[in-house]
């Protein structure tokens, strides 16, 4: 088991910067995930750890030790492959046997952990099988037993969801969650999806444009973004932009006639700044909460049933405010409804040029 | 401000990067690749280049004037030869001789235009019409790329002869269509006999463009109104003249190089007219050059015609890999735009494409003519069938052992292709080195050395005091000399087929071997050959079937020691007249065994490895 270490990692691919100054360190038995829109650099960081993209600059540690030159063959990661890449001309056993073999270790032995990790991912009898005559979620499987097998220092998932369909990407996360609890190994995981980021991961890291926006918890990441690209990618939400008029108390600004009270994440918010106010739609309250509270009221333009919520959309003086409305509440098109918004769930985000 | 400071460091990021990817596989790699191609391509062609321009101890554009200004070479005024001359009852159609270096251009260009137009014209026919047999056609038109040098033109003079030929006897004795005799020969004859034999080579290209391009093009200039010639004229050939421009440089290339037709024709007509090109001269000097040098003039007209072909060589590779259309568009119905015309119409393609077959396989089927009846002093038509020819090829000494020596060439040959083929694949494909691109260039043209060009190049540089007396020294023994140049010549056809294999290889396969802790050469072994050894294996029969027809290089370094010929000389001394009357037959029956092996190459590749036969092409 590891801890890694990325300083100042940053890679070039001639002018396109991938990863630019990326600073974190994965502590020893946690899953981490890198998390960011495609393009943004994630899957290239995780390449560096493994050793199949070398950095322009920066180091990456594991356990204090500089593995930054080490190619990927010495480093000991498991990497699971977004397409699975798993070798079409072996069967599933050779497969897997596969790093244990490169290692020497005796066949009776390769045998035996072959058997024991397919029985752990739920693919005993599969093992003289081919590749290709496997299920999606199945060759997902074969690509985690081959990286487990060798008992791996840092588990690498690139994406490794991506490609089974919805219903079995929530069961395989779940599963692989279970997994790295048992194993208790370092993981690093990679995806541009952040329900399933948030579900699996106990910290993640949001990348864009090659630098990392943000380290935190789930729920600190989607409760206390750190700047609106971050608030907007996490979940729904409504985002208006106005002037600060006072800082005392929390922050207050106006929104042409609409005035807001709500909390600043970052501190750095100050009289007169632009600045921008970021609300969930889950947050609002229908009947008058105990908590101070922001009231709006308008219009409600377009309604959409969505099962356990109605979605909303209101018209607040001419600015749309999207609301989750529980059962039971009447809300036709063209009425007007009433709602409030606690400032402590009033996210108040500097303004970037 | 970042930025800046990250790309004052990029240098020494380049630097490490270049570490990293020389490691001790590439490094192995790249040295065997570049050995090979230096020492046998790049050193001996460059001999030839300062061997051109040699004159008196120094160095001068003498040789190249007195090719360019003697008209023995270059004459704008005809030296001699009749075209639609009718003289006793006989229609010559011969061409004008117009010295060496013309000769051969013009017949290479002409050659070039007719094989265009038939393959075009039948490409349009195969890829766009649904028609009864089509299916055979598919398979027969391909025959005239069956080896069968010297005698297909052999057999093409035989038919054409003015005194007892098969188409005089239909034409005039039969059927009394023709007035006169007619008499096809000289350089007219050469053009008749490459054409026949090279027009598929268009075809396929033009077809496998036209496969590619996406019917939903067509359609659209349909839908906007363009039809008929309007509308293959501004969508379908530009589309497909990628295609149509790759097939025609290789015919310009290999007519241009050709020795088959010469000789064979000679050995038909003894028509001194077919030896005035400028492959002939080379090999002629080649055959005075025994026991001597080969002058300067010589190497000085080999050179020229090498700069040619490169030169066109080159520039339509770089047209070609900028002007790639096919698979713009993906997605949508991909089926493509076949018509079945009326019965009328299908009759006229039919009967069309039978004309054209007969003419094609014409020297194929006459080559089998040939060994298994006594044709080749017969007369017009065969009297007798016998199998004598075909048991020639266990029984006669010297057949035997051309057959030994060229089974052992090709196969030594193919084994190198082999590792060095698979090597520069490799490195070309999946490495990230310097000079990259200049291995791939020097894997790929030798396509476009002329054969007589290499040889020439071979004599000079192999036969310097440096070598005297080694294993390399013509003089001393051509064969690994033979088997070195097969290497050089045949080395495209393996490179593309691995190329092509391992393009189908994702990246991730290789990475995920790393990965789990193999090395690089662990994950070749373990991982990429099997997963292209199919390729590997189709290139090797391709580049074995070629190895064992080769020709320019064969009749040339081979004849060099009398122990050592290969079959092909063996057929072209048959053929010229060397050997005793009647054993043309033997040469035939040495042909039909090439064309076996090459049949049953084609046919392992195409149904047991399920891979497309590559053709010929850019």
Same mark, same amino acid.
């Given at each position: 088991m590891v801890e890694i270490e990325l300083r100042n990692l940053t890679k070039l691919f001639g002018d396109v910067v991938a990863a630019d100054h990326v600073n974190l360190t994965i502590e020893d038995g946690e899953f981490f995930t890198l998390l960011g829109p495609s393009g943004c650099g994630k899957t290239t960081t995780m390449r560096m750890i493994a050793g199949l993209e070398f950095p322009t600059e920066g180091r990456v540690l594991f356990d204090g030790q500089d593995v930054t030159g080490l190619p990927s063959f010495e480093r000991n990661t498991g990497m699971v492959f977004q397409n699975y890449a798993l070798w079409p001309h072996l069967k599933v056993f050779e497969n897997v046997a596969y790093g244990l073999n490169v290692r020497k270790i005796p066949k009776d032995q390769v045998k035996e952990r072959v058997l024991d990790v397919l029985d752990q991912v739920e693919l005993e009898g599969m093992e003289d099988r081919f590749p290709t005559q496997l299920s999606g979620g199945q060759q997902q499987r074969v690509a985690l037993a081959r990286v487990l097998v060798i008992n791996p220092a840092v588990l690498l998932l690139d994406?490794? @969801? #991506?490609? @089974?369909d919805a219903k079995l990407r929530v069961q395989m996360r779940e599963e692989i969650k279970a997994l790295q609890r048992r194993l208790k190994i370092t993981t690093v995981y990679v995806t541009h999806d952040q329900e399933e980021a948030m579900s699996v991961s106990d910290r993640i890291a949001i990348q864009n444009h090659g630098k990392v926006r943000q380290i935190g918890s789930p729920t600190e990441i989607y409760n206390v973004p750190q700047d609106i690209f971050i608030a907007t990618f996490m979940g729904r939400g409504t985002l208006l932009e106005g002037e600060v008029t006072s800082t005392e108390g929390g922050v207050h600004m106006s929104i042409g006639n609409i005035t807001l009270q709500g909390l600043d994440s970052t501190g750095s918010i100050s009289q007169g700044d632009k600045a921008a106010c970021v609300i969930r739609p889950e947050n609002y309250c229908i009947d008058e909460p105990i908590e101070p509270s922001n009231v709006l009221e308008g219009e409600v333009e377009w309604t959409s049933f969505i099962g356990p919520y109605t979605e909303v959309r209101l018209d607040v003086d001419r600015h749309k405010v999207l609301v989750d409305v529980p059962p039971g509440v009447e809300a036709p098109v063209g009425g007007r409804l009433k709602v409030y918004i606690p400032y402590k769930n009033t996210i108040m985000l500097p303004l970037e040029e | 401000m970042t930025e800046n400071w990250i790309k004052s460091t990029s240098i020494k990021d380049k630097v490490r990067k270049l570490r990293r990817e020389l490691d001790p596989l590439t490094i192995t790699q790249t040295l065997i690749s570049y050995f090979v191609l230096i020492g046998f391509l790049v050193l001996p062609l460059s001999s030839l280049v300062i061997q051109g321009f040699k004159f008196e101890g120094g160095l001068s554009l003498n040789w190249f004037i007195d090719i360019l200004t003697s008209p023995e070479y270059v #004459? @704008?005024? #005809?030296r001699g030869g009749r075209m639609f001359e009718v003289r006793r009852g006989v229609m010559y159609l011969w061409g004008y001789d117009h010295g060496i270096l013309l000769n051969s251009l013009m017949v290479a260009l002409t050659v070039t235009v007719f094989c265009s137009m038939i393959g075009i014209g039948v490409a349009m026919i195969m890829g766009r019409y649904e028609f009864k047999g089509k299916a055979v056609f598919k398979v027969i038109l391909l025959i005239p790329l069956l080896a069968t040098p010297f005698v297909n033109a052999y057999v093409v003079g035989k038919v054409f002869n003015p005194q007892f030929g098969l188409l005089n006897f239909l034409l005039v004795d039969l059927l009394h269509i023709l007035p006169w005799r007619v008499s096809v020969d000289g350089l007219v004859g050469l053009i008749v006999v490459q054409t026949l034999t090279y027009y598929p080579i268009v075809y396929t290209n033009v077809l496998s463009s036209l496969n590619n391009i996406d019917p939903s093009l067509e359609e659209m200039a349909e839908n906007l109104g363009s039809t008929g010639f309007r509308l293959f004229r501004t969508v379908t050939f530009p589309l497909f003249l990628p295609g149509l421009v790759a097939g025609a440089i290789i015919t310009f290339i290999f007519s241009l190089e050709d020795l088959g037709a010469p000789i064979g024709f000679i050995g038909a007509t003894a028509n001194p007219l077919s030896k005035n090109v400028a492959s002939y001269q080379i090999y002629a000097s080649f055959r005075e050059a025994l026991t001597g040098d080969i002058s300067p003039k010589v190497s000085a007209l080999a050179l020229l015609i090498m700069v040619v072909t490169v030169l066109s060589y080159t520039l339509v590779k770089y047209y070609t890999s900028r002007r790639s259309y096919t698979m713009i568009s993906k997605g949508g119905r991909w089926s493509p735009r076949l018509r079945k015309p009326r019965a009328g119409i299908q009759l006229l393609i039919v009967g069309g494409l039978l004309f054209l077959f007969i003419l094609g396989a014409m020297p194929q089927l006459g080559t089998f003519v040939l060994a298994s009846t006594n044709w080749a002093n017969s007369g017009t038509f065969p009297t007798k069938i016998t199998g004598e020819y075909f048991m020639a090829l266990t029984t006669n000494r010297d057949v035997v052992r051309a057959i030994l020596n060229s089974l052992m060439y090709s196969v030594v040959a193919v084994a190198i292709m082999m590792v060095v083929g698979s090597s520069i694949s490799y490195v070309v494909a999946k490495r990230d080195i310097p000079t990259k691109s200049l291995l791939d260039l020097l894997a790929t043209v030798p396509v476009s050395v002329p054969g007589v060009s290499l040889a020439v190049s071979y004599f000079l540089f192999f036969s310097t005091p440096l070598f005297r007396g080694s294993l390399l020294d013509p003089l001393t023994d051509p064969a690994l000399l033979l088997i070195l140049a097969y290497t050089i010549r045949r080395l495209p056809f393996m490179t593309r087929s691995v190329y092509a294999g391992l393009q189908q290889i994702d990246k991730s396969l290789e990475e995920a071997s790393l990965n789990l802790g193999a090395t690089r050469t662990t994950t070749l072994g373990k991982i990429v050959i099997p997963l292209i050894v199919t390729n590997v294996i189709s290139g090797a029969l391709l580049s074995f079937v070629y190895s064992m027809a080769e020709v320019s290089t064969s009749i040339t370094l081979g004849a060099l020691r009398e122990d050592r010929v290969p079959i092909t000389f063996f057929i072209s001394q048959i053929v010229y007249g060397? +050997? +005793?009357?009647? +054993?043309v037959s033997i040469g035939a029956s040495l042909c039909i065994l090439l064309m076996t092996v090459q049949i049953t190459a084609m046919a392992v590749s195409n149904y047991v490895l399920k891979q497309k036969a590559s053709f010929l092409g850019v």
């Open positions: 994406e490794p @969801l #991506s490609n @089974l | #004459s @704008l005024q #005809s060397t +050997a +005793a009357v009647g +054993a």
